[in-house]
C-alpha cells in the first residue's frame, strides 16, 4: 500500500525552527519526486518546495526560498523539510506528495498520493 505520513509539526515562534519529516511506504522514494505544500485557512493550496528523484535537485517557491530546504535519506525512505527563519505566515497544515512525471514543478493537479498533513503554527 502506497503511503505517505508526515510528522514533526508544532507550534514555535516567529524566528524559530521546525523540521518536518515525510515517511513513505509502499514505493522507493528515491525514485521519484516529492513535494511539499501548504494550504493556510481560507487560502489555496500552495507548492512550497520539490526535490528531482536524480541527482536531488531542489525547486522553491520565492515565499520559502532562503528559508526552508528539502532533502532525502534514501535509507529510510524519508524526505525532510527544515524550516528556518518562520514567520507568523508560515502558518498552515503541511502536506508531503508524490509527483507523476520526470520534471519539479508545483502544481498540486501534477501529484498523485498525498500524506495526511502536519499542522505547523508560527506565534508567540
Known amino acids: 500500500q502506497v503511503q505517505l505520513v508526515e510528522s514533526g509539526g508544532g507550534l514555535v515562534q516567529p524566528g524559530g525552527s521546525l523540521s518536518l519529516s515525510c515517511a513513505a511506504s509502499?514505493?522507493?522514494?528515491?525514485?521519484?519526486?516529492m513535494g511539499w505544500f501548504r494550504q493556510a485557512p481560507g487560502k489555496e493550496r500552495e507548492g512550497i518546495s520539490c526535490?528531482?528523484?536524480?541527482?536531488?535537485?531542489?525547486y522553491y517557491a520565492n515565499s520559502v526560498k532562503g528559508r526552508f530546504t528539502t532533502f532525502r535519506d534514501n535509507a529510510k525512505n524519508t524526505v525532510y523539510l527544515q524550516m528556518n527563519s518562520l514567520k507568523p505566515e508560515d502558518t498552515a497544515v503541511y502536506y508531503c506528495?508524490?509527483?507523476?512525471?520526470?520534471?519539479?514543478?508545483?502544481?498540486?493537479?501534477?501529484?498523485?498520493?498525498w500524506g495526511q498533513g502536519t499542522q505547523v503554527t508560527v506565534s508567540s
Open positions: 506528495a508524490r509527483r507523476r512525471g520526470y520534471f519539479c514543478g508545483l502544481r498540486s493537479n501534477d501529484y498523485d498520493t
Open positions: 526535490i528531482s528523484s536524480d541527482d536531488g535537485s531542489t
Open positions: 509502499g514505493f522507493t522514494l528515491e525514485n521519484r519526486i
